[in-house]
Structure formats: C-alpha cells, structure tokens
C-alpha cells in the first residue's frame, strides 16, 4: 500500500488558472513538506509543516499556498499559474521535523502549465 | 548547509561494488551526511546517514574520513535497480530542509 499519495500524478492546466496538489501521508509522521523539481534541475525545497503549524517557507511567491486540514495532510494551492510553475511537485513527510529525521517523498505531482 | 561535490556520472556492471565519492571540505562539526538516491519519475529515496562514524545497512555502508571532508558511499553487489541519481547532502542539526545538488548519476550496465 502507498505511504504518500499524491493526487493527481499528472496536471495540465492553463496560465492564470488555480489548482490544488493533494499530499496525504499514512505514516503516523508529525512533519510534511513540498519540494518541486523542474527540467533538468535539482529538488527544491518550499515548505515545512509540523504538527499543522507552517516552520520554513522557502517560496519567494505567494501564490504558492501549503493547507493543512488534517494532521497528515498537507495539499498545495497555487494561483495565477504561469508557465514557469510547470515541474514535479514532491509530498514528504518525517517523524520529527527538529532531528536528523529521515524524510520519504511521494511519487510527484507533474504540472505542465500552458 | 556547506556544499558537498560529487562526480557527474558513473558507471558499473551488475554484480559489483560501486564506490561513490562526495568531497565536504567546508563541513560543520553539526552537520550529519546524509545520502539519497533518486530515479527517474520517482521521489527520492533515503539511502543512508552518519555523522563521524562508518554506517552501514541493507542498502549501503557509508565511509567517512577520519577528518570528515569526504565520505564514500558504497554499494555492492549492485543490480540494474540501483541506476539513479546519488545525492550527498549535509544537514544542519535542527534544520528540516533537505538541500539537494546534481548527484551523481549511476549508470549500471548489464
């Protein structure tokens, strides 16, 4: 059975559209985050969560949303879409956000944005 | 977190050991080495830390220098599953972010 499921695996979606990234996480973990990994580039790092509660945003734009209805939930809303956004969106959750916990990553998101 | 240089790309065939190198010269007394792999379409997937001492486990034994500026990942027995990108990573005690670079892509031949 999955641990982190990402809904949808593939998104197409137009410029100035929103859309929401679902991440759910069946680990008992106490710490989410979102990574994005465009063409050709390394994973980047965007949010931390922890208990429900945001602890490091990396993400220069607002546009960029994390939502936490549920412990071991954490969806991405983004806004405005431009064609730059198109990349893999990346779910991981960790035990403990404060050690050298290790963090397990979800299949990905794919967001091509026209 | 310091920088870790790692080689671009590498090459094995099935069946041996694979020695991959990362250079930390720069790295903090707490600053742990971490080490993930990632394949194409996928996540990454956590392979391995340690701090000052060797570590190994069912994925990989991870050599440390005695001066930690270098470590060396080491896989054996390696199979055409194990192709991926490689990544070592320092991680700062108490920071959750996870900085990735290039890696270095592990290429095994038949």
């Known amino acids: 059975d999955p641990k982190i499921i990402q809904k949808p695996k593939y998104l197409v979606a137009v410029t100035g559209s929103e859309k929401i990234l679902i991440c759910e996480q069946y680990l008992g973990h106490n710490a989410m985050y979102w990574y994005r990994q465009s063409a050709k580039k390394p994973l980047e790092f965007m949010f931390s969560?922890?208990?429900?509660?945001?602890?490091d945003n990396q993400t220069a734009s607002s546009r960029f949303q994390p939502q936490s209805s549920k412990k071991n939930h954490l969806d991405l809303q983004i806004t405005a879409l431009k064609p730059d956004d198109s990349a893999t969106y990346f779910c991981?959750?960790?035990?403990?956000?404060?050690?050298?916990?290790?963090?397990?990553f979800g299949p990905g998101t794919r967001l091509t944005v026209l | 977190d310091a920088k870790t240089t790692q080689p671009d790309s590498m090459e094995s065939t099935e069946g041996e050991t694979v020695h991959l190198p990362c250079s930390h010269a720069t790295i903090s007394g707490n600053e742990y080495i971490y080490w993930y792999r990632q394949v194409p379409l996928q996540g990454p997937e956590y392979v391995t830390h340690?701090?000052?001492q060797n570590t190994t486990n069912s994925m990989a034994f991870l050599a440390i220098a005695s001066d930690r500026k270098s470590s060396t990942l080491i896989l054996t027995h390696v199979s055409l599953r194990d192709a991926a990108v490689y990544h070592c990573i320092l991680r700062v005690y108490g920071n959750e972010k996870i900085t990735f670079g290039a890696g270095t892509k592990l290429t095994i031949k038949p």
């Open positions: 969560y922890s208990y429900q509660k945001l602890m």
């Open positions: 340690g701090l000052q």
């Open positions: 991981a959750s960790s035990q403990d956000p404060t050690n050298y916990a290790e963090q397990f």
